[in-house]
């Protein structure tokens, strides 16, 4: 079967729900996300499980959470045409996590 269309290239990238969005959050990945959107398959999402390093209060990290994935919309990500997701809500991350932690590292690897 022959596809007439071009693959458009992927992109893959996450913000972390820490505290209120930043110009340079907006100026640095935001706005570029926003100008991708059209031209790339791109996964945009909240990185809620990489904030528990900070230990938040599970209840401002909820709240925060929300807050950034109803930002994401906001700038005008259309999640009909891109993946707009929060990490947790994704089982398979925290499961490969758990495989990528099983295997040995480099260091071993090159002994």
Same mark, same amino acid.
Request: net charge neutral; glycine share 6%.
């Given at each position: ?21 930043? &110009? ?15 031209? #790339? ?5 909240? $990185?809620?499980? +990489? ?6 209060? *599970? $209840? ?8 950034? #994935?109803? &930002?994401?919309? /906001? ?13 947790? +809500?994704? *089982? $398979? +991350?925290?499961? %490969? /996590?758990?495989? %990528?932690? $099983? ?9």
């Amino acid at each position: 079967m022959e596809n007439n269309q071009e693959k458009k290239q992927t992109v893959l990238s996450l913000i972390q729900p820490t505290g209120t969005p930043t &110009l340079g959050n907006y100026l640095g990945a935001l706005k570029n996300w926003k100008n991708m959107s059209d031209g #790339y398959d791109c996964f945009f999402g909240v $990185a809620d499980l +990489h904030s528990i390093t900070v230990r938040p209060n *599970p $209840a401002d990290l909820r709240r925060r959470t929300t807050e950034m #994935y109803a &930002l994401l919309l /906001a700038l005008g990500l259309d999640p009909h045409k891109n993946t707009v997701f929060v990490q947790s +809500h994704v *089982p $398979a +991350h925290a499961q %490969l /996590a758990w495989i %990528l932690t $099983a295997i040995p590292n480099s260091e071993r690897l090159q002994e």
